[in-house]
């Protein structure tokens, strides 16, 4: 797991001092993986204590793990060529990669046992990706309605309940016009799954159901850069595929508990 998604699966453990430090990390990890507990401490201007509770709190028995850890993710990150094609297949593979290590069973649950399903989409790739997903799961008798715009979305909002579900598709995930319907769902209890691209992003703390599609920008002149939106698609239909595998394993769970006829 990346570090930018450990950090979102812990969002709500952090304090303001463990940001800090992140931002550092974040920053600089070339060069985090090769500094001692004291030596981050002092880059960070923070305790030693407080660089080893960071680590304990995303998960780690102490700092000597969560410095492996940051070597890992360093040492593993593809150098990409700077060319528009390159960096297409590089988040292809990665998003591949990400996809092989999800466990998708409590989001397929989710939509199984939902009595309604929305999906909301941010913008009009966000939008065709929901209108590739409705088509997907129609096929499994699960009707997917699809919100089209952002006072849709809040009006229908108003109306959802804990046993209803959305999926909202955004690319950054910090789309400041969405967070007071965002709130509302919270508030109300009602379950979403979020599906950004994998960063560190607001919409992802909000939720435990995270989806994440890899994106990395091209530029192509100096005024013009593009990222990869196919590896969103990537995620819906693997969430769509492991959905047809949900319901075939309940089936034949079902089949040996009935037992012969």
């Known amino acids: 797991m990346k570090i930018e998604a450990l950090i979102n699966e812990h969002y709500n453990q952090l304090l303001e ?9 974040l920053h600089n990890k070339n060069i985090c993986y090769q500094l001692g ?4 401490a002092d880059k960070c201007n923070v305790s030693r204590s407080s ?5 304990q709190k995303l998960g780690f028995s102490g700092y000597s793990e969560f410095r492996v850890y940051l070597k890992w993710q360093t040492q593993g990150e593809v150098i ?10 590089d988040d292809i593979q990665e998003t ?17 046992t ?48 804990a046993n209803d579900l959305i999926l909202i598709i955004s690319f950054s995930g910090d789309t400041p016009i969405i967070f007071s319907a965002v709130q509302t769902l919270v508030a ?3 379950p979403f799954v979020s599906i950004t691209n994998l960063k560190s992003n607001r919409l992802a703390t909000m939720t435990p159901y995270n989806l994440y599609a890899i994106s990395s920008e091209t530029k192509i002149s100096d005024e013009v850069h593009i990222h990869t939106f196919s590896s969103f698609f990537i995620i819906g239909e693997t969430l769509f595929r492991n959905y047809v595998d949900y319901r075939q394993t309940l089936s034949i769970s079902k089949k040996k508990d009935e037992g012969p006829n």
């Open 114 to 161: 939902s009595e309604r399903i929305f999906v909301y989409g941010t913008g009009n790739l966000q939008l065709n990706c929901a209108d590739e997903l409705q088509r997907m799961f129609l096929s499994m008798q699960r009707h997917l309605y699809v919100i089209r715009a952002q006072k849709e979305f809040e009006i229908i909002t108003q109306s959802l309940t």
């Open 96 to 112: 591949i990669k990400y996809t092989k290590t999800k466990d998708y069973e409590a989001i397929c649950k989710l939509i199984d």
């Open 17 to 25: 001092m463990d940001f800090h430090i992140l931002k550092y990390i």
């Open 37 to 40: 507990i004291n030596e981050l």
């Open 51 to 55: 660089i080893l509770r960071l680590a």
């Open 188 to 190: 109300k209890g009602v």
């Open 80 to 89: 990409q060529e700077m060319n528009s094609t390159g960096n297409l297949y």
